[in-house]
């Protein structure tokens, strides 16, 4: 899988009876062939026909946008770079399983002396397929079991049925993706699902019942998703001595919410990367189309990454946001921001910082959290590569702090109430890189700027995840 074959480098078809090689004849023989290349690599060429082989369900139509590239190719060279890229472009649909390329010179009657064909050979994916994984969250793991019906009409949907078991959370759903022909970055998603978490931190359970529909477009060198969601969520006490302000947000309501994130990420890895740049931005509005919510919601997320002496990575994080209610209503406790644990400021325990109740976090409508990290590789590795590789070491520093807010106050009263008992904390720890999926911290903190209410972690802390500050 993977290879890219050429069964001829002759420049045109050779024509005669087969000859004996003698002993003498094999250094001429091997500069001729060097010759041969030499004049294929260089001398124009014209892809005459491209051919698909191992088609089933698959119609010919979609797939034409993905290869229509190779014809555009004007020597062995381009052929084989511009049929490679079309083969990961197919392998991406997530329709096949296998795709190999052939790349051969022409033959019959149209066939030109400098004529080039070439073949991929594809192997389907099964009707339905299933799938068992383990997956990483933010300091929670979970086990996962999907059925999938790949390529339903032909032209790249997939019907998903997943289920979700985890430490904090239970989830299953059913999602249907239909992808734009010759854009599969251009893609319309329709969910419909139900989760059940458990928030400790705020004595808090919820279940969520709801259906969203999201549509992912490229635009220019930003990523957009739009998502309209509405959701019936049932919210309740987890505990028999959670707080009086818990089991007042305790009940039904039901959210609808639009919301628009645009995305610029060029990082060489989301899980540990070396280098580049990201800027997530999100807008939420609810109660726009209906339901009891009413809000406007907005978060930044900025991360800088720079190559620095020995092999080690400068990194630096920012995320910000505020929530805006529209109405006399005051936001729900499952809308608020929340802040502190491994994955955020370190030091503190999960979500266990800013306004509380009797012991229940009952988070704020802002914050702000920022990072500074050094990443380098394991001291005294005897060489590269191997286990040592998926190994960091780490050292930081976190701060951050979260409130709520008086909107009738002006921009500089926020500023100054999000500036008041910041929240810090430094330390250094080890990194292990799980792939490209999540990764696992081992941190020795040391917390700073403890307030009131605030629960810390003084010492070592344990963090899993995939978005870490």
Request: hydrophobic share 35%.
């Amino acid at each position: 899988m993977g290879t890219v074959h050429a069964r001829s480098m002759d420049s045109y078809p050779m024509h005669g009876r087969d000859l004996g090689v003698n002993p003498d004849d094999l250094e001429v023989m091997e500069a001729v062939q060097e010759t041969k290349q030499e004049v294929l690599e260089n001398k124009d060429v014209v892809v005459q026909h491209v051919n698909i082989e191992g088609m089933g369900r698959t119609k010919e139509d979609y797939l034409g946008y993905e290869i229509s590239d190779v014809f555009a190719a004007r020597n062995l060279v381009e052929v084989m770079r511009k049929s490679h890229e079309a083969r990961q472009r197919l392998l991406r649909l997530g329709i096949f399983k296998e795709v190999e390329v052939v790349i051969d010179v022409s033959e019959g009657a149209d066939a030109l002396p400098n004529g080039l064909d070439v073949t991929f050979e594809v192997t389907e994916l099964k009707r339905l397929t299933g799938s068992y994984n383990t997956m990483v969250g933010n300091n929670e793991g979970s086990m996962v079991l999907g059925i999938k019906l790949p390529n339903m009409f032909g032209r790249g949907e997939k019907l998903t049925f997943q289920f979700s078991y985890g430490t904090k959370e239970t989830s299953y759903g059913l999602s249907f993706f239909k992808p734009q022909s010759g854009y599969y970055e251009r893609n319309f998603t329709l969910n419909l699902y139900k989760v059940t978490g458990q928030f400790p931190w705020s004595s808090l359970k919820e279940t969520d019942r709801g259906v969203s529909t999201e549509l992912n477009f490229p635009l220019w060198m930003t990523d957009h998703t739009l998502k309209w969601e509405g959701v019936w969520r049932e919210l309740g006490c987890l505990a028999r001595s959670a707080s009086f302000a818990v089991r007042e947000e305790s009940g039904h309501t039901l959210k609808s919410a639009l919301s628009h994130t645009m995305v610029i990420d060029t990082r060489n890895s989301a899980i540990l990367p070396r280098r580049g740049a990201l800027l997530r931005i999100n807008q939420e509005l609810a109660g726009y189309t209906g339901g009891d919510a009413s809000f406007l919601k907005e978060d930044v997320e900025l991360q800088l990454n720079r190559p620095f002496i020995w092999g080690s990575v400068l990194s630096a994080s920012l995320w910000g946001g505020m929530i805006y209610p529209l109405g006399a209503q005051p936001t729900s406790i499952a809308d608020r921001f929340y802040l502190g644990g491994p994955t955020s400021v370190r030091g503190f325990s999960m979500y266990s910082i800013g306004p509380q109740s009797e012991g229940d976090y009952l988070g704020g409508e802002a914050y702000w959290a920022g990072g500074l990290h050094l990443y380098t590789p394991l001291p005294f590795r005897s060489n590269k590569g191997g286990l040592a590789d998926l190994f960091r070491t780490h050292f930081f520093l976190n701060a951050g702090n979260l409130c709520n807010l008086n909107y009738g106050e002006g921009p500089y009263a926020h500023l100054q109430k999000l500036a008041e008992c910041i929240r810090w904390s430094y330390g250094a720890g080890i990194i292990l890189r799980l792939g490209n999926i999540a990764r696992l911290e081992l941190n020795y903190c040391f917390p700073m700027g403890v307030q009131s209410g605030d629960r810390i972690c003084d010492g070592v802390q344990f963090g899993a995840g995939i978005r870490f500050l």
